[in-house]
């Protein structure tokens, strides 16, 4: 049998782990000490180093979750794959959405004086927040894996119109945050800014990707235990009670005998 | 499809006739919400004209999910949403129904709050065809939202809690959009000019046709579902 209680990393995860920290440490190192201050935001230019790839992540963990929700709902792309997929990426992007809440608002505290303010970008970043954790939190309280793929997949595409029009604020409102940096024809950022920014996109990336692997294989390990755990448990009571002999190790009264791990990832 | 719609909104109204539940429970507590607003401002008259709109607004979005989990006790009760699935009716056809019966309930809701504001606020009420598109747009999105985030909640044991959760951010809009084209209509807003307030119906028709259509298409699979 399959052991539920099993780590849910491998070679990739350890190698994109490993590479995640030591771009975030270069870019940490890049984005403090390489990078000049900038001639109108000072110092602290340096959340430009964070904050904008870290929504960015926001907004693909968002983006994947509704992705993977429409392949669900096509009858004929429908398989619990893409269920995974949605929720693994609707919480990583839950997680970086409060991380661009967060850095956003100390920013903003050093550049307008502010924490908060009523924005269009930010009013909207904060209702997606809401409607992450309404997704979550509705995911966690259905038990058919049918009705709760169904129901959150309509949930993640109303998201997904939010983060469109997350996206298009400042563009379509006269708001105070900036505009887009990097998207447009001429880039009005240069040398190591320019450099510094891009890795940290490269960082960020690194360690989404790192947490939806890892998210999406916990997922499949809770399946599992749901499908299997009962089962198993019924073996192990079997093994204690015909004697500590029978089983494979020696096992203390009282502790639960398990398999050998052995991982499977679908 | 609009015969089910018909018999689904006379099958709740007539619930709602016999049972009384919004009139004794709901109306009276979204009173109690502007009362508490007018606590909440320390009875601070140009304070509480200036905020009417957004606090009425408020009070209807609070009253909204009321009526929304009420239009949904009245199906889990006994099962009787098994019947809703068994009898014939079009899944489109009971969507507008519970909508429309919700919408009503609110409309009736919001002229007492009317009432309220002018009262308690001290609001002075202007802009009659602004006011009263800018609420039957609004009504009709927040009936319409709160009827499919209903179904989607219907069957589940922490729906209670889940529903605001889920509904809260999704009626933001609403409020902001209603809020702003109700200052607009009392000449509360910057600009003085009651065309802004026009603007922010477009917003409010978008909501409500993206709620009506969404729950007219989904609403069958997710009465299966729940």
């Known amino acids: ?266 | 499809m609009w015969r089910d719609a018909l018999v689904v909104a006379a099958k709740d109204l007539r619930i709602e006739g016999r049972a009384k539940v919004a009139l004794n429970q709901v109306i009276p507590y979204s009173l109690v919400v502007l009362l508490l607003f007018g606590f909440a401002f320390d009875q601070d008259r140009p304070l509480l004209v200036q905020a009417a709109p957004g606090l009425f607004w408020l009070a209807v979005l609070f009253s909204g999910l009321l009526a929304v989990q009420r239009s949904f006790a009245i199906e889990t009760a006994d099962g009787a949403v098994d019947n809703l699935r068994m009898s014939a009716l079009e899944p489109a056809g009971v969507f507008l129904g519970k909508a429309a019966a919700v919408a009503l309930e609110l409309l009736v809701l919001e002229a007492l709050l009317a009432g309220g504001i002018v009262v308690l606020f001290h609001s002075k009420l202007a802009g009659a065809g602004l006011l009263i598109a800018s609420a039957l747009l609004s009504t009709a999105g927040v009936a319409a939202s709160g009827v499919a985030y209903g179904a989607l909640s219907m069957g589940l044991r922490v729906r209670e809690t889940l529903l605001p959760l889920l509904l809260a951010p999704v009626l933001a809009p609403v409020v902001l959009a209603a809020t702003e084209a109700w200052r607009a209509a009392f000449g509360l807003s910057g600009g003085g000019s009651s065309s802004e307030g026009w603007r922010w119906l477009g917003l409010l028709a978008c909501f409500a046709a993206i709620y009506l259509a969404g729950g007219v298409l989904s609403f069958g699979a997710l009465m299966e579902e729940t």
């Not at chain 1, 970043?125 to 129901?151: E, V």
């Not at chain 1, 469109?164 to 105070?176: C, E, G, I, K, P």
């Not at chain 1, 089983?247 to 005998?257: C, H, I, L, R, Y």
């Open chain 1, 1 to 266: 049998m399959r052991n539920p209680v099993a780590p849910s990393s491998s070679r990739l995860t350890r190698v994109l782990g490993w590479s995640a920290l030591a771009t975030l440490a270069l870019n940490t190192w890049w984005g403090l000490w390489l990078s000049p201050p900038d001639v109108v935001q000072g110092q602290f230019v340096r959340m430009l180093y964070v904050h904008p790839a870290v929504a960015t992540m926001c907004y693909a963990g968002f983006g994947i979750c509704a992705l993977a929700s429409i392949a669900w709902l096509w009858p004929r792309l429908r398989s619990p794959r893409w269920d995974r997929m949605a929720v693994a990426g609707a919480e990583v992007g839950a997680v970086f959405c409060l991380a661009t809440l967060v850095t956003g608002s100390i920013w903003g505290r050093a550049s307008w004086g502010v924490w908060w303010t009523w924005d269009a970008r930010l009013t909207l970043t904060a209702i997606l927040f809401a409607l992450s954790l309404g997704y979550l939190a509705l995911r966690r309280a259905i038990d058919n894996p049918h009705s709760r793929a169904l129901a959150s997949s309509m949930v993640a595409l109303l998201m997904a119109l939010t983060v469109v029009v997350d996206h298009y604020a400042t563009s379509w409102w006269n708001t105070l945050h900036q505009g887009t940096t990097l998207l447009q024809p001429d880039p009005t950022i240069h040398g190591w800014q320019l450099a510094t920014m891009l890795l940290s996109f490269l960082a960020f990336g690194l360690v989404f990707a790192w947490m939806l692997i890892h998210r999406y294989r916990l997922e499949v390990l809770e399946e599992r235990y749901d499908q299997e755990g009962f089962s198993m448990a019924l073996e192990a009571r079997r093994a204690e009670a015909t004697g500590p002999e029978a089983t494979a190790g020696s096992v203390a009264p009282g502790e639960v005998a398990r398999p050998p791990v052995e991982v499977h990832i679908r």
